[in-house]
Every structure is written in C-alpha cells, then in structure tokens.
C-alpha cells in the first residue's frame, strides 16, 4: 500500500508560489504517489521515456550521461526539497538521453504527464511555480556553463563547495568529481586542502 503524502510536504514545494487550496492540496494528495529506490539503483534508464516527475522526500540522486569510454559525465543532483526526473523526456514523451540513479536510499514523490498536465488545468495558479522552476533550470544552467568555461577547477570546486548541501557529502565523490570535470583524485586532493 502506497503511504499518502503529508500535505506539509507540498506547502515546502509550492508554498512560496502558489496559495493552496483545500481542493489543490487534495489533487496533490492524490495524484502524487511516494516511491522508493534503492542506493544505485536506476531511476530512468537512458533510451527510455521517463514515465514521472518526481519530488524529493529524502535521498540523492544523480542525473548523467555516459560518454564513449563508457564513463558517467554527471549534469546534476537532486536532493530533499528539489524536483527530480529527466524533465524533457517526461515532456516531450521521447527517449531519455539521461540516466537518472539513486545515489543512496531515496524516498521521491511521482507524478505521471497525464495528472502533472491536468494539475496546470484545474489549477491555473501553479503556473507561478512553473515558471520559477523554468527559470531555475535555465538560470542555473547558464551558470554552470560560464564556471565550466571561465573558472579554474579549483575555483569550481570552491564555488560548488559554498553552495553545495550536506547530503552531497554523502556520496562517492567520483560523482562530485565528474560533476566539476575534474579527476577523483584532483577532487580527493582539493577536499583534504579544505578539511
């Protein structure tokens, strides 16, 4: 039996964006369902349409693409609080070029193209909330991409470090390694530097 979800959880997602109604948290309540993964276990398979959207109730996941020797060339996490999923491929009903996996014991809440749509139809309100998270992906990907052309690795590994949450420090650092483009070992060397 799927346990419901606490409608605190949505007040912490939307609630800065949108008044919930007593209708709106009931079409949450309903339509969102929790699920649970395993550490590394894939969440979305690339080749494969994404079937959800997803929020994190607990746990960190990865999102990456695997290059042609076959390594992991991660593009992002998600964490507690955050969306999770391969968005494009969940919107667009085409094949993931992503793997999403499950860094450690994650708890998300789902959501299917059908119900996350209808959801922007019965409430037009959510649009506000839409287009922050828009924004974020947007925002957050021409930074990335100015410090991965602009900065050093070290001056990456700082920047990353003064925004990067606990739970990342839970995970195998050769994630946190791709992530900045940098060796496990250069990664290993400047963590020690800091410590």
Known sequence: MTMPVDKSFFHQIFGDYVKLTAESEEYLIEHFKRVSFDPREIIVQ????????????????????????GNKVVAGFSFQGSPSGVYDSFLTRQPSAFFLESLTSSELIAINLEDYTQLFREFPEFAHWRIHFMENILFGRGKREVEMLTLTAKERFDAFMARCPPELMTIPQKYLASYLNVTPETFSRMRAQRD
């Open 46 to 69: 690339a080749g494969t349409v994404a079937k959800y959207f997803y929020f994190v109730v607990s746990g960190v996941q990865a999102i990456y693409l695997t290059n042609r020797k």
